[in-house]
């Protein structure tokens, strides 16, 4: 365990650097307010990785991930966020300072946001862990560019798995929707969708499980499923597995001194402060979180204001509306 | 010490521009080959990873020895460039 030093300690430490965290420090950083964020992966949080959001205010016409992503970290650097590359692995309460334990040693802070997002589900079934990164995908503008010409599947009926199925049509020859019960994504996509299916690009499989992913001399060849209605087995020839089965949340170093709701996400009062004091929980993390950048970026906006107003020492008044 | 170093990478890969700026910190160089638009390359990176993923990091040490690190994974990258 590090001790506290100058150096390791700030004022407010954010865990994540997504849309929530970024923006909850565009508004610290520019009150003078000294921020380090911590992130494990790629500033941006899976925003980065979706291929186009539509429906950002502002950007009339949709706007790339990446590129937004990238606007929210230049944003954020420009009044003096520090992000640091590293994964917190445990947060304790020590009273005045939180200290933060990381793969690359200790920090302490006054306030602490945790706006670690969530992670992709997995399946959990036979021939997903072997045939991983090599047949077996989470991230549809990552891996997409080795299915040319190929077919691809992709499983899930939620609003990630609808538009990502779009994005790989430029790549796949084509391409398989495998839904386990019916499609829960919104009206406007299952809308678009519909043109792919039209265009023979996609074929939607509704009502089928996907029960192993089955390969020959190291290659993914085919999916296996079951019919739910009939409880006839489905097989579905394809090259590439790709799996938008919701998200798990991120929250493996939290331990146990969160209230959380039955899925893991992080119980807030209205402050977005959670049960343990100057400890804030902002964007999908978050119980209760829309699970939207707008959602996250709004969340990240309030809880700025609301640890500044933690850190200045001003009661905070719990039945106020956010 | 490192001779050099080859990234294969996609357009649409958000975590390639990580490599790349990491790289770029530590003043290290690299060529670059994007799978987008020379597609005959995969099987190289695929040969190179086992994986059909990007970013692939292959880091040439000066006695010819090669270290592959797959994906934006600092806890490999770091050591590999060291
Ligand atoms: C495929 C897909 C498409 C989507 N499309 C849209 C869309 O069109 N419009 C829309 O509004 N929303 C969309 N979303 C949802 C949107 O991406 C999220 O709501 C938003 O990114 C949430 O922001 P966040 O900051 O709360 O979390 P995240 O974006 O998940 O960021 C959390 C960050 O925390 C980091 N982190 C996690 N654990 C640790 C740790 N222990 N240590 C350090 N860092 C850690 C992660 O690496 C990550 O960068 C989409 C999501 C997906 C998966």
Redesign the interface.
């Known amino acids: 365990m590090a001790e506290r030093t100058e150096e390791n300690s700030h004022q407010v430490i954010m865990i994540g650097a997504g849309p929530a965290a970024l923006s909850a420090a565009i508004y610290t950083t520019r009150e003078d307010i000294d921020t380090l964020l911590l992130e494990k992966?790629?500033p941006?949080g899976l925003a980065?990785?979706t291929?186009q959001v539509d429906n950002y205010p502002g950007f009339p016409d949709g706007v790339a991930?990446?590129e937004l992503?990238n606007n929210l970290q230049q944003q954020a650097e420009r009044f003096g966020a520090a992000i640091e590359?590293?994964e917190v692995t445990a947060l304790h309460d020590e009273g005045e300072w939180k200290r933060i334990e990381t793969?690359t040693g200790d920090y302490y802070a006054k306030v602490v946001l945790i706006a670690t997002g969530s992670a992709y589900k997995k399946l959990g079934v036979a021939g997903e862990e072997e045939y991983y990164?090599?047949?077996v995908?989470y991230?549809a503008?990552?891996?997409?560019?080795?299915y040319?010409d190929k077919r691809i599947a992709v499983v899930g009926g939620g609003n990630s798995a609808v538009q990502e199925a779009m994005f790989l049509t430029r790549f796949s020859s084509h391409l398989d929707l495998i839904v386990r019960s019916k499609l829960r994504a919104s009206e406007i996509l299952q809308k678009e969708l519909q043109k792919f299916v039209d265009e023979g690009k996609i074929t939607v499989h509704l009502g089928v499980t996907t029960d192993e992913i089955v390969g020959q001399e190291g290659k993914v060849t085919m999916v296996k499923g079951t019919d739910t209605e009939t409880g006839n087995e489905v097989t579905i020839d394809t090259d590439?597995v790709f799996v938008f089965i919701g998200l798990s949340p991120n929250n493996q170093f939290a331990g146990d001194q969160f209230q959380t709701d039955e899925v893991g996400l992080i119980k807030s009062d209205a402050n977005l402060m959670t049960n343990v004091p100057g400890i804030f929980v902002a964007g999908d993390i978050r119980s209760g979180a829309t699970m939207q950048i707008a959602s996250a970026v709004g969340e990240g906006a309030t809880a700025a204001l609301k640890i500044r107003e933690y850190l200045e020492g001003h009661p905070i008044d719990v039945q106020a509306e956010v | 010490m490192v001779k050099n170093i080859t990234i294969f990478t996609t357009k649409t890969c958000a975590y390639c521009p990580m490599v790349k700026k990491f790289l770029s910190a530590k003043g290290l160089s690299y060529d670059e080959v994007n799978l987008d638009d020379e597609p005959h390359r995969q099987q190289e990176a695929l040969a190179l990873s086992g994986a059909l993923t990007v970013p692939v990091t292959v880091v040439t040490k000066q006695d010819d020895t090669q270290e592959v690190v797959v994906g934006y994974n600092l806890a490999k990258l770091a050591p590999a460039i060291a």
């Open positions: 992966a790629i941006g980065a990785v291929d991930g990446l992503a590359p590293t793969i990164a090599r047949g995908h991230c503008t990552c891996d997409g560019a080795f040319r590439g």
